[in-house]
DNA sequence: TATGAATGAGTATTCATTCAT
DNA sequence: GATGAATGAATACTCATTCAT
């Protein structure tokens, strides 16, 4: 039921959003009472919290998998990242827009947690940027966190506009902005 | 009055969230009563639509106007629009969080209004790109559109993170993005 | 309005009790609608608390013009003291009911504002026993405090019982209570 | 199980009020379900007046103990039923004051049994202070009744102030209560 | 222009109670 | 004896909106 309820709600969340979903729309849903949310959540908050944490949980889970393998470039595990999170879109795609829209709900406290997960995922990403640099891999760069904000700002913002079963797939969005990340868009004049 | 009006409730928006702030809030904090505020505006929708028409009116307004310079390279008016939104954080920092975060609770019609205004913004940069390529600034995108979608996405998550009066400036700001759009991360190599 | 919402919450707190009888209780006997109830008092509690201070405030008030009488005896004035008490139950006994009752639903800082009241009270009436036992009219009382502690229990348990359109008057009660007070139901052998 | 939870209803109810305290507080206390409250109790109204039948009929019991002493005045019967209501104050305060602020959730036919056991309990007091008066140990009264709800009122109030493990014990709180009710408080002057 | 009183539909939440296991 | 899941009715409170003045 618990899960049920997580499920339907996310739903809900991502279609109607946070606050004009009420906790009858998700029971009725269900087809069970207020009561039985009730037995399973203290609260509508802590419903959210819940699906927050599960969120950014299994995505830095699978961030460290990738991470920790040693066998492959700096650029690969980057274009491994970013297949990671548009490769979610489909999948958790409801998640990932209620985890990025619905932040403002959580009170302080439950806003602390979530964004010391948000940041681990960041500084993670940081560091296989300077990983990079350090092995040559990529040009150094002054503020490689800033960098990293852009490159996130850019790919997390695909949950909004990008349609998986549209007319360009998965692969094909992750290495286009692969080729921006990494080659830029300016014409390469060195060549003279 | 209806100005002051629209002025407190960016400001109450963007703290507290659209459907956090009540009319009540918003005529309390100016001083009058609710009666006032429906004297202005038939609904707490139309006060919403109005800020988010206002904001991108002038923003598609000031894009014009940089594109319209004959005088300067594609770059160069990249980079001018990139110095636009950027620069608007200071300024106009709440409206364009309100515009962004907001939109969810327009209905339907004004939705599909705000939506067309956003598209122009995004075409006349996706004709930039394309001129830009044309004339050799650039390197052919087989899809320009997409990669203005990055762009955007990096550009406008600013707002959510971006404290114009942190130690990075303003200036700092758009010549990291514009590097990173520019020439991408990877080191060159084919200098050797 | 605000004036029929307390009275008729006077009315049904006595009838039903403070937490069985709901907000929805008090508007439907006026024929308002919630939301008026909610125009008028910031919460059930506001609305207890006001009845509260209503109460306690104008008892004291006729408490203190009797006390100030310089032209009565301490006995005398005792005697208008439990009279002002007694009497009060035909005109406001649902207050005073209400205002013995239910206390326990006042949160703690409205409770301390009540009880510096109710002392206020017992005070000035202890004083008026401690004149007394100065001028020669009252024996000494080693706890005058608690003579005091006593003798309101005494009285106010009226509020309970006595019905003021019964077979005993309201005068006759108080001759009662004063005999008892004053000189006990010990049969007096001091005279043989 | 049943003994514990009326045990620690008790204390809930005096320490939160009933209508304050859930079953889910009752049964969370003492670490089992709801079902167990269920198996034992038919409802919350039910064990309610199972406390008050509890207490009132043990407190009946001890003041007939009391009364039916043939070698004692009424003068010291009435001392040690005072006694027994204040030393109870200590023993079973709790119970005591839920008896007399919890009466109004007992439903109509509960309190009529409940009435019954009072009254009971008054009328044993009236017929001691009728001997007393036969017996020329107490004034002749011309309301006995009003007299003993005199007293009762009195001395039962003392379960809402009264610290028995403040600076005034059980045995001066009773001589206290016993002197005023036997001699008054005004001073003798029929020995001139 | 602006007010202030009133509405009414909605919202999250609580809680005594039931019942199959 | 005891549990845990589920109910459903009630509850205090909120809020956008209306409208006569």
Chains 1, 2, 3, 4 share one sequence.
């Not at 009725?28 to 950014?56: A, C, P, R, W």
């Not at 700002?153 to 902005?177: A, H, K, Q």
Request: some cysteine; aromatic content about 10%; glycine content about 6%.
């Amino acid at each position: 039921m618990r899960g049920r309820i997580i499920k339907e709600s996310i739903d809900l969340f991502d279609k109607k959003g946070f606050s004009k979903t009420s906790i009858q729309d998700i029971v009725d849903t269900i087809g069970v009472t207020k009561g039985t949310f009730y037995y399973y959540f203290k609260s509508k908050q802590e419903l959210l919290m819940d699906i927050h944490l599960n969120y950014i949980k299994e995505l830095l889970k699978e961030q460290v998998d990738i991470l920790k393998d040693e066998y492959i470039s700096c650029q690969e595990k980057m274009k491994k990242l970013i297949y990671l999170i548009i490769q979610n879109i489909k999948v958790h795609g409801k998640s990932a827009r209620v985890f990025t829209r619905e932040v403002r709900h959580l009170d302080e406290e439950q806003l602390i947690l979530v964004n010391s997960y948000r940041r681990e995922f960041r500084i993670n990403l940081q560091k296989l940027i300077e990983e990079g640099i350090e092995k040559g891999e990529f040009r150094d760069q002054k503020r490689s966190d800033i960098v990293i904000f852009g490159i996130l700002g850019m790919v997390n913002r695909s949950y909004n506009w990008y349609n998986p079963d549209g007319e360009v797939s998965e692969e094909e969005l992750v290495n286009i902005y692969m080729d921006l990340i990494l080659n830029g868009i300016k014409m390469d004049t060195s060549s003279t």
